[in-house]
């Protein structure tokens, strides 16, 4: 390809380009366009900058790769039939486990909804609105844990509830995430709230993530595991081949919903 020297004509080019795949490298650009990097890097700032893209390791993006620390309210109403048919395809996962741990966040809160056991279930858990939603339910016991409550979530964090985790075990977590990333992991926009996953991971015997396909490809603030630490992850049909091929290579075991 000939030279672009032009600025308005490089950043035509780059925002086609990227509206076409979604994503774009800094070498590919340059290889293009035939202009150095560092003139690609300086085309890229200044089009995240009128928040066209977003910049990414390498390159641009036309999503956001972060994670943003939304109210619950706000997340209920997003990819809910994918986050109900996730929480189905999950339950499945039960089967005969007398115990479990359901973290945080709306895809957890499904779960809850959904579950109803014909045999007696231990039902651990730092969110208020899954206890609350499981407390009438005559086969479960639930043990709340407890310290400070954070209104985005309506969920516990902190060292009360990470003190209870060191005297009990269960059979299943199925945790909610606001990131999946092949590189750097698991993850939530929450530091504090990451903690507290990290203690519930090591409580557990089996790991269960909840996420829809929109989770791919986004980093939390808080990292939580890597992904050999996960046994299960469970999606809607929605998510990437890309995603799914990487992860079962990776040694997970992708369901989906």
Not at 107 to 121: K, M
Not at 135 to 148: C, R, T
Not at 218 to 247: F, P, Q
């Amino acid at each position: 390809m000939v030279s672009i020297k032009n600025i308005t004509d490089r950043h035509e080019y780059i925002l086609k380009k990227i509206k076409n795949n979604t994503k774009v490298t800094i070498q590919e650009l340059c290889d293009e366009m035939k202009v150095s990097s560092v003139t690609i890097r300086k085309d890229l700032k200044l089009l995240e900058e009128k928040e066209l893209l977003f910049r990414i390791k390498g390159g641009a993006s036309s999503t956001n790769p972060y994670a943003v620390d939304r109210p619950i309210l706000v997340k209920e109403t997003i990819n809910s039939e994918e986050k109900n048919r996730i929480a189905k395809a999950a339950i499945q996962m039960i089967q005969d486990t007398d115990s479990i741990l359901i973290g945080s966040g709306t895809t957890a809160y499904a779960l809850a909804r959904h579950l109803n056991p014909e045999h007696p279930l231990t039902v651990i858990t730092p969110a208020l609105k899954v206890a609350l939603e499981l407390s009438n339910k005559p086969s479960i016991e639930v043990l709340q844990l407890g310290g400070l409550i954070r209104p985005n979530s309506s969920s516990v964090a902190g060292q009360y509830a990470m003190r209870i985790l060191e005297d009990v075990s269960c059979g299943i977590l199925f945790l909610g995430v606001d990131g999946i990333d092949l590189e750097f992991g698991i993850t939530i926009s929450n530091i504090t709230e990451a903690t507290l996953n990290q203690k519930m991971l090591q409580t557990s015997q089996k790991i269960v993530i909840l996420a829809d396909s929109t989770k791919f490809g986004r980093r939390g603030l808080g990292k939580v595991c890597n992904l050999e630490d996960v046994d299960y992850i469970v999606t809607d049909n929605n998510t990437s081949k890309k995603y799914i091929l990487a992860l079962e290579e990776a040694g997970i075991q992708v369901i989906i919903a």
